[in-house]
Nanobody, 125 residues
Framework: QVQLVESGGGLVQAGGSLRLSCTAS????????LGWFRQAAGQQRQFVGA????????TYADSVKGRFTISRDNAKNTVYLQMDKLNSEDTAVYLC??????????????????WGQGTQVTVSS
């Protein structure tokens, strides 16, 4: 049974930082692209960024480029999302997801077959 479990969310002031983690089990972690998505209340789920199995390719949504950093530790089956310079528009539930597709990390959520439950991030202004 595949499980992805996010942690590290919380309440932070605008301009602050948070680091999210997502630990996976039940799959060959190093064979999967890992992505981060977010979903604000009443809005569609949107792509944040993704990292290839080898960390050789990383993509970000324009809205977070330069502020967010994705990394992964295959030995720990964990992917991270470092979020800096947070603003109120970053408030959302953040979810990690795993995709078997190689090459450039996909931004299309349909390419991801496994999902975590999400962790809430709230940025106060």
């Amino acid at each position: 049974q595949v499980q992805l479990v996010e942690s590290g969310g919380g309440l932070v002031q605008a301009g602050g930082s948070l680091r999210l983690s997502c630990t996976a089990s039940g799959l060959t972690f190093s064979a999967f692209t890992l992505g981060w998505f977010r979903q604000a209340a009443g809005q569609q789920r949107q792509f944040v960024g993704a990292i290839s199995w080898s960390s050789g390719s990383i993509t970000y949504a324009d809205s977070v480029k330069g502020r967010f950093t994705i990394s992964r530790d295959n030995a720990k089956n964990t992917v991270y999302l470092q979020m800096d310079k947070l603003n109120s528009e970053d408030t959302a539930v953040y979810l990690c997801a795993a995709s078997p597709y190689g090459g450039a990390p996909p931004s299309n959520l349909a390419r991801y077959g496994y999902w975590g439950q999400g962790t809430q991030v709230t940025v106060s202004s």
